[in-house]
C-alpha cells in the first residue's frame, strides 16, 4: 500500500480491502518511524488525520466520496489550513492558525481526501536546498547527508520515501521541479492562473504557482483534476472550462516534436545528469518522436531576471508581516518603528531578509528603472524566445537541474551558487508557462536525475502523457531511496 | 555597483528590518554579490520592449459590486499578537 499510486489506492478503497483509516494509520506509522531523521513533515496531528479518515470511510459507507476519498495527502506548510497550523517554514508565522482554507485545501476536501500533515519547505519558499526552513533542514532519503532540494523539499521527501501517497508543493523559480528532481519524484509546476492562490501565502505573485508533486505522471494528471479550478477570490485564477488532465495519457509518441534549446546542454551540466536526459530522449526518438533543435538566447539571463522581480515582489508582499494583525511580534521595543524592525529581524531568517533587502533596494527611488523594469524587459525577451520556439516543437526536454542533490552546507555561504542551481526551472515560470519534472535515471553515486518537460500555456495534458508514456516503459519512477526501504 | 555600510542601514530601514551592528558587514558582502549577478542586465539592449508586467497578457476580471463576505471579526482578530477590546495594540504613536 506504501508504494502504491492513487488508482490502486482508490480501487483497494473501494473493493473494501482496506479502509481510510487503516491507509491514513500506515502512512502516519512510517511518517512517525522516519520522519525524526528525513524532517519532511512540520506539523502531523494524529486525531485530525484519523478523523478526516473516519468521516471519509463513513461518507464511502454511504455511497458518497469524491475522486480521492480516503485518499492521504501532505500538504506543504504554505497553503493556508484551519485544522493545522501554517508556518511557512517561518519563525513569524510558528504559532500562525489560519481562520480559513486555502482554495486547494477545499478542492482537496470535496474530493474526500484525508490531511496527513504540513510539510516543511524552505522559509517563504525561498531557496532551493530547504535549509532556510527554520523548522530545520530535510534531509534526502537517497542520502541523507545531502539535500532533497527546495523549496517544496518536505513534499518531495514525503513522496520520495513513501510517507504519503502524493502531495501538494508550489513553484516560483523551480520549488517544484528542483526538489522533485533530487528526489526521484515527479512534479508539475502547471500554466500561471489555472490552481488559485487564495490562501496560498504569496511570495512572488507574477510567478507563484501551486501545484501536485507525485510517484507518477498518471497520478499528477489526476490530482490536476482536482487542483485546478476557476476561483473569483484570486483575481490571477483563470475562467477556463474544466479540463480532463488525464484525456492525453495514452497519446502515441509518433510526430511529437521535442525542441532541445542547446543552452540546456551547455558545460555546467554534471556529466551523469547529461547522459540520462540524453537517454531518455533517445528513447523518445525511438518512440516516433522527432527532436528538433531551437534556441532560448536569453535563457542565461533568466537568473539575474528572477533575482531582480523575486525579491521585488516578496518585499511588497511580506510588508504585511508587521507584528500587528497576526504572527511574531518582538517581546521588547521602544517604539511602534522598533517594534516593526525588531519583529521582521526575530521572525525573518537570513535569506528572506536578504530578498527582502534587495527587493526593496531595487525597488527603491533612483534604481527602479535600472532594476525591475529593465528586468520586466529582459523578461519579454524570454517569454518571447519561448514564443518561438514552440512555434517549431510541442515540447521541450532537457535537465530539470545542472546538477544531482548536493551536501547539507554546501552552498549555504554563497547565495550566488544557491540561486544557480535554478537556472533551468527559472525561465518556465517567468513566461508563465508549465514545466514538469521527471525521474529519468541515477547518477554514478546513485543520485535521481530529473528530466524537465516544458510545454506551451495549457499543455500540461500533452506534457503528461509524454511523461506516462516514458513510465509506462520504465521503471525509474519506481525505483525507492535504499535508506528508507518499504 | 557596490553598497556601502550607510547604504546597507538605510534599506534596512526602508524594509523595517533591524540589521545590528556587527551584522551590517556579512548583509553588505552577501547583498553585493547579489547585486553583481543582477547588474549582468545592464549589458542588454532593451530598446524598444515594453516591459512584461504579467506572466498572461489577460486583462483584469471584474466582479459584481455585491457584499460576499460576513462579519467575522472575532475570528481574524484572534490570531493577533496584542487586542483589547477588539482593538489591536500597538506602541503609542501619537503623544
Redesign the interface.
Same mark, same amino acid.
Given at each position: 500500500m506504501l508504494d502504491s499510486g492513487l488508482s490502486e489506492l482508490q480501487a483497494a478503497l473501494a473493493a473494501k480491502k482496506i479502509s481510510s483509516v487503516e491507509l491514513t494509520r500506515l502512512f502516519l506509522e512510517r511518517i512517525g518511524r522516519l520522519d525524526g531523521r528525513l524532517n519532511a513533515f512540520i506539523t502531523v496531528d494524529e486525531g485530525v488525520s484519523l478523523a478526516q479518515a473516519r468521516a471519509a470511510d463513513e461518507a464511502r459507507a454511504r455511497g458518497e466520496g469524491g475522486p480521492l476519498a480516503g485518499i492521504p495527502v501532505a500538504h506543504k506548510d504554505i497553503y493556508c489550513t484551519r485544522a493545522l497550523r501554517t508556518t511557512c517554514g517561518s519563525r513569524m508565522l510558528e504559532n500562525?492558525?489560519?481562520?480559513y482554507d486555502a482554495h486547494v485545501i477545499e478542492q482537496f476536501e470535496r474530493a474526500g481526501a484525508v490531511l496527513l500533515g504540513k510539510t516543511n519547505m524552505d522559509e517563504f519558499a525561498m531557496g532551493s536546498s530547504n535549509e532556510t526552513s527554520h523548522f530545520g533542514p530535510v534531509r534526502n532519503p537517497w542520502n541523507s547527508g545531502l539535500v532533497p532540494g527546495g523549496s517544496s523539499g518536505g513534499s518531495a521527501v514525503a513522496v520520495a520515501a513513501r510517507m504519503a501517497p502524493v502531495a501538494t508543493g508550489t513553484d516560483t523559480g523551480g520549488s517544484i521541479r528542483q526538489p522533485a528532481a533530487l528526489t526521484g519524484v515527479c512534479g508539475l509546476k502547471p500554466?500561471?492562473?489555472l490552481v488559485s492562490r487564495y490562501g496560498m501565502v504569496a511570495f512572488a505573485s507574477?510567478?507563484d504557482q501551486g501545484g501536485p508533486m507525485a510517484k507518477s505522471a498518471a497520478d499528477l494528471a489526476l490530482l490536476m483534476n482536482v487542483m485546478v479550478g476557476h476561483d473569483?477570490r484570486d483575481?490571477t485564477s483563470?475562467?477556463r472550462p474544466k479540463e480532463d488532465y488525464a484525456r492525453a495519457l495514452e497519446l502515441p509518441l509518433a510526430g511529437l516534436r521535442i525542441g532541445l534549446p542547446k543552452e540546456y546542454f551547455g558545460k555546467g551540466v554534471e556529466p551523469g545528469v547529461r547522459q540520462c536526459v540524453r537517454a531518455a530522449i533517445d528513447w523518445y526518438e525511438r518512440r516516433g518522436a522527432r527532436t528538433v533543435p531551437v534556441e532560448l538566447p536569453?535563457a542565461a539571463?533568466a537568473?539575474?531576471?528572477y533575482?531582480?522581480l523575486a525579491p521585488a515582489e516578496a518585499?511588497s508582499n511580506l510588508?504585511r508581516f508587521?507584528? @500587528?494583525?497576526?504572527?511574531?511580534?518582538a517581546a521588547q %521595543?521602544?517604539?511602534?518603528?522598533?517594534?516593526?524592525? !525588531?519583529t521582521? +529581524?526575530e521572525g525573518?531568517g537570513a535569506e528572506v531578509?536578504?530578498r527582502?533587502?534587495?527587493?526593496?533596494? @531595487?525597488l527603491?527611488h533612483g534604481y527602479y528603472d535600472? %532594476?525591475y523594469?529593465?528586468?520586466?524587459?529582459?523578461? !519579454?525577451?524570454i +517569454?518571447r524566445d519561448f514564443a518561438a520556439a514552440f512555434r517549431l516543437c510541442d515540447l521541450i526536454m532537457g535537465p530539470t537541474s545542472p546538477g544531482t542533490a548536493f551536501p547539507l552546507g554546501a552552498k549555504t555561504d554563497?547565495?550566488?551558487q544557491m540561486?544557480l542551481n535554478d537556472i533551468f526551472t527559472i525561465p518556465a515560470?517567468?513566461?508563465?508557462l508549465p514545466g514538469l519534472s521527471i525521474p529519468c535515471g541515477f547518477d554514478a553515486r546513485g543520485l535521481p536525475v530529473g528530466l524537465q518537460i516544458m510545454g506551451d500555456?495549457f499543455a500540461e495534458a500533452r506534457m503528461l502523457g509524454a511523461a506516462h508514456q516514458y513510465q509506462r516503459d520504465t521503471d525509474w519512477h519506481r525505483r525507492a531511496p535504499k535508506e528508507t526501504p518499504l | 555597483m557596490s553598497l556601502s555600510l550607510d547604504q546597507i542601514r538605510h534599506i534596512a530601514q526602508l524594509a523595517r528590518i533591524a540589521v545590528g551592528g556587527e551584522d551590517a558587514e556579512p548583509v553588505r558582502e552577501r547583498l553585493n554579490r547579489v547585486l553583481e549577478l543582477i547588474d549582468q542586465l545592464q549589458a542588454v539592449d532593451t530598446a524598444s520592449i515594453e516591459p512584461m508586467s504579467h506572466a498572461l497578457d489577460i486583462v483584469q476580471p471584474l466582479r459584481a459590486d455585491a457584499v460576499t463576505e460576513s462579519e467575522q471579526r472575532e475570528r481574524f482578530q484572534a490570531v493577533a499578537p496584542a487586542m483589547a477590546g477588539g482593538l489591536y495594540l500597538v506602541p503609542k504613536v501619537i503623544e
Open positions: 500562525y492558525t489560519s481562520p500554466t500561471y492562473g507574477s510567478l473569483a483575481s483563470l475562467p536569453h539571463l537568473v539575474p531576471v533575482y531582480v518585499s510588508s508587521d507584528g @500587528v494583525r497576526y504572527g511574531h511580534r %521595543y521602544e517604539d511602534l518603528n522598533d517594534m516593526y524592525c !525588531r521582521r +529581524a525573518f531578509q536578504r527582502i533587502l534587495v527587493g526593496t533596494y @531595487v527603491s535600472a %532594476y523594469l529593465k528586468a520586466q524587459k529582459v523578461r !519579454r525577451l +517569454a554563497d547565495p550566488v540561486y515560470p517567468l513566461a508563465g500555456h | -
